[in-house]
């Protein structure tokens, strides 16, 4: 046998741990692909009962306080409920923009396909800008853009959104702002 399979599940997750290391925008969506190789490690060879329980005791906290939310989430703050409820105000079958797109889906809205991912690293890599958020926003279909964060915020649209015939519908302090198209008319 030309490799032992410890160490090819060593060599696995190296190179897997040493991508995510290199490329960190994967570390949150990838970092659960590190999970298949430590398995079959321990598998193969279990750790001793006393650092396993060691293990177990360090990282209980750490777990307890990262999964709390996720099981337990905040109630709405009254901010993102007004939006929510202004978003479900906008005409039927309309489409809307947003940095905060779990707010138009808690609205029911769809979005311009392309901007259904606003992240921070597509805004630094050019595939996000206000001069492509304008273009989207001048498509008939779309009534509505609800800048959230400083994501959008720091990318001054409002000038852009009153060319199109977009007004300020509602403000919720911050850059937290909802333009809203005069004549939008959806399919």
């Not at 399979?5 to 290391?21: D, R, Y």
């Amino acid at each position: 046998m030309l490799f032992r399979p410890a160490s090819v599940l060593v060599l696995w997750l190296a190179a897997q741990f040493a991508l995510l290391v290199y490329e960190p925008a994967f570390w949150r969506p990838h970092v659960a692909f590190l999970i298949a190789p430590l398995v079959l490690l321990v598998a193969l060879r279990p750790p001793p009962l006393v650092a396993l329980l060691a293990g177990a005791i360090v990282l209980a906290p750490w777990y307890w306080s990262n999964v709390h939310p996720m099981l337990w989430p905040d109630p709405y703050n009254r901010a993102e409920q007004a939006a929510v409820d202004a978003l479900h105000g906008l005409p039927a079958g309309s489409l809307a923009i947003s940095d905060e797109p779990g707010l138009l889906w808690r609205a029911n809205r769809l979005t311009v396909p392309y901007f259904d991912d606003s992240s921070v690293k597509r805004i630094e890599q050019g595939q996000i800008t206000a001069v492509k958020l304008q273009n989207a926003a001048a498509k008939p279909d779309v009534c509505g853009v609800l800048v959230w964060t400083s994501r959008y915020g720091n990318l001054e649209l409002g000038p852009r959104l009153a060319q199109l015939g977009y007004e300020v519908r509602a403000r919720y302090g911050g850059p937290r702002v909802l333009y809203e198209k005069r004549d939008c008319r959806p399919r």
